[in-house]
């Protein structure tokens, strides 16, 4: 039972457009959500988060919205850059800490 | 700038050996994890522990995997033995409390 989908196992996006990146969720209990950035041989970074009583967190090029009735959280990195080459994790966690993680979408910008 | 460390960075084992993983985390975090991330998947969490205690280690196949942080700091990660499809990268992670996690370069396991 996968209670985080990232549906979209791949994204390319033109320099200087906007890159979208989308999760899905089913476990109500959620009550925290983020975003993590990963480079090939290296470990998950932290980019960005957002409570569930909030619909939108922003954080210089990164936005995240949150629907809570559509239990559907995006992510938009505009303007997209090539650096933000990476695979992308959604991530779902609860007031004890475990953070369930979505599949993971590989954004690929070209110049 | 505060960073999770691991070691080693990769290993290369053959079925039935025993490995083993360490995790030093950011200073000052209490919360310490364990995931294994397999290739095309995201993190799947072994084991999470609160200063010294363990807190979660529902997921950690316990007949071959074991995990301790006995002061409370540091932690490792062991596997005895080794099977083919524990072949993943390992990684360890930090959190003051229970709020957003930082994650350290991970161990690449390999086992042949």
């Known amino acids: 039972d996968q209670q985080v989908k990232q549906n979209s196992p791949s994204l390319s996006v033109q320099e200087g457009r906007i890159s979208i990146l989308n999760c899905d969720y089913t476990?109500?209990?959620?009550?925290?959500f983020l975003w993590y950035k990963k480079y090939p041989a290296e470990g998950p970074t932290f980019l960005i988060s957002?409570?569930?009583?909030?619909d939108k967190n922003e954080d210089g090029r990164f936005t995240v919205f949150l629907n809570k009735s559509a239990k559907h959280l995006s992510l938009h990195i505009v303007p997209s850059q090539p650096g933000d080459s990476a695979v992308y994790f959604c991530?779902?966690?609860?007031?004890?800490?475990?953070?369930?993680f979505g599949q993971g979408t590989i954004l690929t910008v070209h110049p | 700038e505060a960073e999770v460390a691991q070691s080693p960075r990769y290993k290369i084992t053959e079925k039935s050996q025993a490995v083993a993983f360490w995790c030093d985390p950011i200073?000052?975090?209490?919360?310490l994890y364990w995931y294994r991330q397999i290739l095309g998947q995201g993190p799947e969490l072994l084991v999470q522990?609160?200063?010294?205690?363990?807190?979660?280690d529902s997921q950690l196949p316990k007949d071959r995997f074991s995990a301790e942080r006995l002061k409370g700091v540091d932690s490792t990660l062991k596997i005895q033995p080794a099977e083919l499809g524990d072949s993943a990268m390992y990684l360890c992670?930090?959190?003051?409390?229970?709020?957003?996690?930082?994650f350290g370069p991970g161990t690449r396991l390999t086992v042949l």
């Open positions: 957002i409570s569930s009583i909030k």
């Open positions: 476990n109500s209990m959620f009550d925290y």
């Open positions: 522990f609160q200063d010294e205690s363990v807190v979660d």
């Open positions: 991530a779902a966690g609860t007031s004890y800490g475990k953070l369930t």
């Open positions: 992670a930090s959190s003051l409390g229970t709020g957003s996690q930082f």
């Open positions: 200073s000052g975090h209490a919360t």
